[in-house]
């Protein structure tokens, strides 16, 4: 009888090959030596029109306020991001890119569309279509779990 593969395992065999491929392609492949994640955050800032609320990037990536923190901290010192207190609410940081960030876009966006290319031509238009819908499934399960409401066994 075949062994079932694990929902669990392919996931992370996904993830694994993914920071591969990301870490190929933006950790001094060329130009810019920012790790992918960082890259991801200053593409994500600029595609905001340059500037963003450090919430609005928790938000997009899902991640918790201090892993965000230390990311933008890392990207200020590297001289690619300003944070400012936010006009409204001073407790708010207002990210926005600097010069150098901004000349290096061109070169960032290049890659991403490199890996998103990859990835969608893995797929067809009805399966990617349901890709994303799986993957908002599980996401919403699995917020439940880190919200508190761990699953009974």
């Not at 392919?10 to 001094?28: K, W």
């Not at 890259?39 to 963003?52: D, E, K, N, Q, T």
């Not at 938000?59 to 400012?84: A, C, M, P």
């Given at each position: 009888?075949?062994?079932?593969?694990?929902?669990?395992?392919?996931?992370?065999?996904v993830?694994?090959?993914?920071?591969?491929?990301?870490?190929?392609?933006?950790?001094?492949?060329?130009g810019?030596c920012?790790?992918?994640l960082?890259?991801?955050?200053?593409?994500?800032?600029?595609?905001?029109?340059?500037?963003?609320?450090?919430?609005?990037?928790?938000?997009?990536?899902?991640?918790?306020?201090?892993?965000?923190?230390?990311?933008?901290?890392?990207?200020?010192?590297?001289g690619y991001?300003?944070?400012?207190?936010?006009?409204?609410?001073?407790?708010?940081?207002r990210?926005?890119l600097s010069e150098?960030?901004?000349?290096e876009?061109?070169?960032?966006?290049?890659?991403?569309d490199?890996?998103?290319?990859?990835?969608e031509?893995?797929?067809?238009?009805?399966?990617?279509?349901?890709?994303?819908?799986?993957?908002?499934?599980?996401?919403?399960?699995?917020?439940?779990?880190?919200?508190?409401?761990a699953?009974q066994s």
């Amino acid at each position: 009888m075949a062994q079932q593969k694990s929902l669990l395992n392919e996931l992370r065999m996904v993830h694994i090959a993914m920071q591969r491929t990301m870490r190929a392609l933006c950790e001094c492949g060329g130009g810019s030596c920012l790790p992918a994640l960082s890259a991801m955050m200053v593409h994500f800032i600029f595609m905001r029109g340059g500037s963003a609320l450090q919430k609005d990037v928790e938000n997009e990536f899902g991640l918790r306020r201090s892993t965000v923190s230390r990311q933008l901290h890392k990207l200020e010192q590297d001289g690619y991001i300003l944070r400012t207190a936010a006009e409204r609410d001073g407790r708010s940081k207002r990210i926005t890119l600097s010069e150098k960030a901004m000349a290096e876009q061109d070169e960032i966006a290049a890659k991403f569309d490199v890996v998103e290319t990859h990835v969608e031509k893995a797929l067809s238009p009805v399966e990617k279509e349901t890709f994303h819908r799986l993957c908002g499934k599980i996401r919403a399960r699995l917020e439940k779990v880190d919200g508190g409401d761990a699953p009974q066994s």
